[in-house]
């Protein structure tokens, strides 16, 4: 997957824009074992509202995956970990929240939560993604109507088989 992606920084950023809708920003991009990939300084850019800030903030990103898979276009993610991760979320003053321009298609597998990626090489890649751990996130909420907000810090989390918009087991503290 890092390979095929080139382990450039701007390659993986400008993929994951165009699945997101959103700019993107990666520092570093490292191999971290054969079968691990680390992001560093990631960065998903709100331009939705007229504060424009983060999205989606993150020091480091771990994604552990299987190898076997790999040679048929498939890319089962065992986990992704999230090291500090900050997630701003605003209403502005019309009532609109930041999340509204956010395209993210998926579906249902029976292994994780499913994608299909388009790589710039014109691959067509088929990505699972199973295990989500947050570790010392901060989730900021702001209303631009009543100049109000609020966060909650040091939040961790592991979600299993996430699958969106469904109920997910998780397991969490503060």
Not at 107 to 130: A, P, T, Y
Not at 136 to 154: C, E, V
Request: with cysteine; charged share 25%.
């Amino acid at each position: 997957m890092a390979r095929e992606l080139g382990c450039n920084p701007k390659t993986i950023a400008n993929t994951l824009e165009e699945s997101l809708g959103y700019p993107v920003i990666i520092k570093e991009v490292k191999l971290a074992s054969l079968n691990k990939v680390q992001i560093i300084g990631l960065k998903v850019i709100d331009n939705s509202t007229e504060r424009y800030g983060e999205f989606l903030s993150a020091e480091e990103l771990y994604i552990r995956y299987e190898l076997l898979p790999l040679l048929n276009n498939r890319v089962e993610i065992k986990e992704i970990i999230l090291n500090d991760p900050v997630l701003h979320i605003v209403k502005d003053r019309e009532g609109n929240y930041n999340t509204q321009n956010l395209t993210l298609l998926t579906q249902k597998s029976e292994q994780g939560q499913e994608f299909k990626v388009h790589s710039l090489s014109g691959r067509n890649w088929e990505v699972i993604i199973e295990d989500w751990i947050i570790k010392n996130g901060t989730f900021a909420y702001m209303d631009m109507q009543t100049r109000t907000s609020h966060s909650l810090r040091g939040f961790n989390a592991h979600f299993i088989d996430l699958k969106f918009n469904e109920l997910t087991d998780f397991t969490s503290d503060f």
